[in-house]
């Protein structure tokens, strides 16, 4: 679907619905919403007043407008009380009627951007409409023969605006197709089986990224990884036919000079557990055990497009983590990139070794600041559910900055602690590490085992193991890839630009 932007008011605009968005407080009409119940002779009042709305979050009515109107429809939706709303809960509202229009068979709708959401803020509540609206209405389909006929898509969103928002508008929908549209690809990448996901799938579609302006790709292979020392990455990779991949891409948007900011992403394109396999039961989302691969990878994409004047690096250990006769062991050491030593374990702690490799080759990019994502450790969901993304990290400015988008965004993170004391359950008797100290304060430990291969720079590990696919419908979440933290370190870079 697309979205427009046009010049003019609501009511006078064609439609085969309009979109009025209304708090729980609505009983007395204002503003778009007035003026529309008097063009239609009180269609809005009088469902109000009848109790039939009630204007609670994302309660949706459709009125037929019988002519009154040029829009065929008037599609309400609630917002619930004004005190308690906020950009996630317009989010919401927008992928839940657009999902309403669109099993009615409705191809195109209208909305205004109303000044009385957040009158300061209206860039980010039309970004917020556009968000909601698109990333709710995703669908992965591909795959589907059977019924294809059937698939019901909304093909526009014109949002109207007057003439002193306009510019304003437009500009920040544009913005926000971008985003979205990396959204769109990340959650693509995640929702492909394993079988199409192969790690070099991964790295063709680095690599197809690069063909936009000032981005480039390397793709580092077995060979090459070997001659440099990631032999944690290879550990994993031994048991595998598909051969690992370590990919690179690089944003210039400012003098080559100035520091980057390094992205590192797990790529696990599928994971078993190896040799410590996991359970059969739920072992086909571990084709989703590269979602934080695909993020970085989302991420460059848009700050590319958008023309960020920031450097921006991501780095991707791409692999699948298979158990075989040359797979490694529970028991085996490997010396990693850093040349600090690994005693394995635990072979489905694996994650964590691969971006041990990546996180030391981070530093031969000087970088500002590295961020890793990573669908890491199920302890994470265990301490935080479904919905909330986990933070440990080194530097507390740089955290703080991602808790600021991450409130914009609503993409949450919550930080967890890494105090001194959990770095002792690390130490292995025989190598300097162990890759698994056992349940306890799993998540912490995974991060207290990562932070010894960043070195001094400044660092911010994200656990999205819980946010990272969902099983069931989320307001603008459809069941399966969210694609998540694209969105909020595209937020995070651009308030860097700001700074």
């Avoid at 839940?96 to 909305?111: C, D, G, P, S, W």
């Avoid at 077995?222 to 990779?237: D, I, S, Y």
């Avoid at 008797?429 to 306890?440: M, V």
Wanted: hydrophobic letters at 45%; one cysteine or more; proline letters at 4%.
């Amino acid at each position: 679907m697309k979205i427009i932007v046009r010049k003019g008011k609501l009511a006078d605009t064609k439609s085969q619905a309009i979109i009025l968005p209304l708090f729980a407080e609505s009983r007395k009409l204002s503003g778009t919403a007035l003026e529309i119940d008097k063009i239609s002779e009180g269609l809005i009042s009088e469902i109000i007043k009848n109790g039939d709305f009630e204007a609670k979050p994302s309660q949706i009515s459709v009125i037929y407008t019988r002519g009154s109107l040029p829009a065929q429809r008037i599609a309400l939706v609630g917002l619930g009380k004004h005190k308690e709303f906020n950009l996630e809960k317009l989010r919401g509202a927008y992928a839940k009627v657009m999902q309403h229009l669109r099993n009615l068979n409705i191809k195109e709708a209208a909305t205004e951007i109303n000044s009385d959401l957040l009158p300061r803020k209206k860039d980010q509540v039309a970004q917020a409409v556009a968000e909601g609206s698109l990333l709710g209405l995703y669908q992965y389909t591909p795959y589907k023969t059977v019924g294809r006929e059937d698939l019901k898509e909304m093909e526009q969103l014109m949002i109207v605006a007057d003439e002193k928002d306009f510019s304003l508008i437009e500009s920040a929908i544009k913005k926000a197709q971008i985003i979205i549209q990396a959204v769109y690809f990340t959650r693509d990448l995640i929702s492909a089986p394993a079988n199409e996901m192969t790690p070099s799938i991964m790295a063709q579609k680095a690599q197809e990224i690069a063909h936009r302006e000032n981005v480039s790709c390397r793709v580092l292979d077995k060979a090459k990884m070997k001659e440099m020392g990631m032999n944690a990455l290879l550990a994993v990779a031994a048991g595998s036919n598909q051969e690992p991949k370590f990919i690179i891409l690089e944003y210039t948007g400012s003098r080559k000079k100035s520091l980057p900011i390094v992205l590192v992403g797990k790529g696990l394109t599928f994971d078993s557990g190896g040799i410590s396999i996991k359970p059969a039961e739920k072992m086909d989302e571990m084709k989703t055990d590269m979602s934080g691969g695909a993020a970085v990878m989302g991420v460059i994409m848009a700050a590319a497009d958008l023309q960020l004047p920031l450097n921006i690096v991501a780095l991707v250990p791409a692999t699948e983590n298979l158990p075989g006769g040359s797979a490694y062991k529970p028991g085996d050491i490997v010396k990693s990139y850093s040349g600090k030593t690994i005693e394995v374990l635990n072979t489905d702690a694996e994650g964590r070794l691969i971006l041990a490799d990546a996180l030391a080759y981070a530093a031969e990019f000087k970088p500002a600041a590295v961020v890793d994502v990573a669908t890491l450790t199920g302890a994470c969901i265990i301490a935080l559910g479904d919905d909330v993304i986990g933070m440990l990290g080194t530097d507390d400015k740089l955290k703080n900055e991602i808790n600021k988008a991450a409130q914009t965004t609503g993409e949450l993170v919550w930080e967890l602690p890494l105090w001194e004391n959990y770095h002792e359950l690390i130490k292995s008797d025989i190598a300097d590490y162990k890759n698994s100290s056992g349940r306890a304060a799993g998540t912490i430990t995974a991060a207290a085992f990562l932070s010894k291969f960043v070195g001094d720079l400044p660092w911010v590990h994200l656990d999205i193991a819980g946010p990272a696919w969902t099983t069931k419908d989320k307001p603008y979440v459809p069941k399966g890839a969210a694609g998540v933290a694209v969105r909020l370190l595209v937020e995070f870079l651009r308030n860097r630009v700001h700074k």
